[in-house]
């Protein structure tokens, strides 16, 4: 980016007034000491002009990084083109304030000679996931002896996309595998490392799976049965049709959007390192599904789409419409307010058809909504009715099988896992 051009500075231009108006004084009036004071303004400011600027420089801003997790630092850079490396003494960087942004050093202002220029990183930090333009500054390059300035112009931000961050540990095994092969132990037998029990010896055993203490006891001969282990598929379904809370970014405190998306970003990532699959299904918001897949190239799909998701009614995602498609070995996990009937109607018509499914309950403790131009009585009376509304049901779901719990980050879900996977699956269970 270019500006007008090199312009002199105040000091230039203070230091030609005074040396020439001392130095006149000091001719006329005959006083020697004027001279040996405005000597040295003179000297500057001629020094200064002979070493006047002659070309037109460029300034382009560049990232270190394309995408990054919140709370992590890119690197901003700054790269002068057309510029002779003799006409730049002093470079200055002034970032502009922007939200869910932390720029090192705190005051977003850098101001360095130009040999040292490369030496000093300006790093901004941002809070808070979405696609977010980082480092736009404003910067003013400076000749020797401080006599003539350029700029400063605006250095235009660079376009990152800031993932969710993704924290989350669990031993809980997958409810219902069904896949090829995996970490988690199926209730068929199969060619795992789990014992599942000792039968007599039938066609087709592998001769490795003899017990022989027992054959030889019993004279029959018997075999060691083992549980198979499978991978399962996990299926996100997020609530995007409001945003409840105010956001303070990662170190801050957190709206239902920001526990949602987190908390969808920390399973996705758990279940794609055990080997899983993992589908991604927003209701509402402008969003586009994720299809199951696998993999650490899946994975950074599924962040990058819970990266761009935003909020906002969608008439068709109704729980008359909604068709999930949702097979066996699924385990569903519905990331909700739970203020949206038509979600919690979604969840249970999945109970109803046998699959494991898991409510997370992301309204945080003190969301409130704000009045506006409302009475404040009035809605915060609303809100406590819909708050009992609320908790009625969840009283529902948990009734016909379907546990909700609050995320608290990681092993949220690993006590409902465990109840689940010692359910026997429904007789009308998905295919």
């Known amino acids: 980016m270019s500006a007008q051009g090199w312009e002199p ?25 004027l001279l040996v004071l405005t000597a040295p303004l003179l000297l500057a400011a001629t020094a200064a002009v002979v070493r006047r600027p002659r070309s037109t420089p460029s300034v382009w801003g560049t990232v270190d990084r394309a995408s990054l997790h919140e709370g992590q630092g890119a690197v901003l850079s700054l790269d002068l083109a057309d510029t002779d490396p003799d006409d730049v003494e002093q470079v200055t960087r002034v970032l502009a304030a922007a939200p869910f942004e932390r720029a090192e050093p705190a005051a977003g202002h850098v101001s360095v000679l130009r040999r040292r220029a490369d030496d000093v990183q300006v790093v901004v930090s941002p809070r808070r996931w979405g696609t977010r333009t980082l480092g736009e500054e404003r910067v003013a390059l400076t000749s020797p002896w401080g006599g003539f300035r350029w700029g400063p112009v605006v250095v235009p931000g660079r376009t990152v996309r800031v993932l969710p961050s993704a924290a989350y540990t669990s031993r809980a095994e997958s409810p219902q595998p069904r896949g090829l092969v995996g970490a988690h132990r ?8 789990e014992v599942a029990g000792i039968r007599a010896f039938q066609a087709g055993d592998r001769l490795r799976r ?6 030889v006891r019993t004279g029959v001969l018997h075999v060691t049965t083992t549980r198979a282990e499978q991978d399962a598929g996990l299926l996100l379904v997020v609530d995007l049709y409001a945003e409840h809370g ?27 390192r055990t080997g899983d699959r993992v589908a991604l299904r927003p209701i509402g918001g402008r969003s586009r599904p994720v299809p199951p897949g696998s993999g650490r190239r899946h994975l950074r799909r599924v962040l990058g789409t819970l990266a761009d998701v935003r909020t906002g009614s969608a008439p068709y995602d109704d729980a008359s419409r ?14 909700t307010p739970l203020l949206v009937d038509a979600v919690a109607t979604t969840a249970a018509n999945l109970v109803r058809r046998g699959l494991p499914t898991v409510v997370i309950d992301t309204l945080p403790p003190d969301a409130r909504p704000q009045p506006g131009d409302s009475d404040p009585v009035l809605v915060d009376i609303a809100w406590r009715m819909r708050r009992i509304e609320r908790e009625q049901v969840r009283t529902a779901l948990d009734a016909i099988g379907c546990p909700v719990v609050a995320w608290r980050g990681p092993g949220t879900v690993d006590e409902v896992l465990r109840r689940l996977a010692h359910r026997r699956p429904h007789a009308g269970a998905a295919p």
């Not at 230039?12 to 001719?27: D, E, I």
């Not at 199926?186 to 490392?193: A, F, I, K």
């Not at 908390?263 to 794609?272: D, I, K, N």
């Not at 999930?324 to 996990?333: C, K």
């Open 210 to 215: 003899i017990n022989w203490r027992i054959s």
């Open 322 to 335: 909604l068709d999930l498609r949702v097979g066996a070995g699924t385990t569903v996990v519905v990331l």
């Open 9 to 33: 500075t105040g000091g230039l231009v203070r230091a030609v007034v005074v040396g020439v108006a001392g130095l006149v004084w000091a001719v006329v009036a005959g006083e020697p000491a």
């Open 186 to 193: 199926s209730d068929r037998p199969g060619s795992g490392t």
């Open 246 to 272: 105010t956001s303070g970014g990662v170190d801050g405190a957190a709206s239902s959007l920001d526990l949602t998306v987190r908390a969808a970003a920390a399973l996705a990532e758990h279940a794609v």
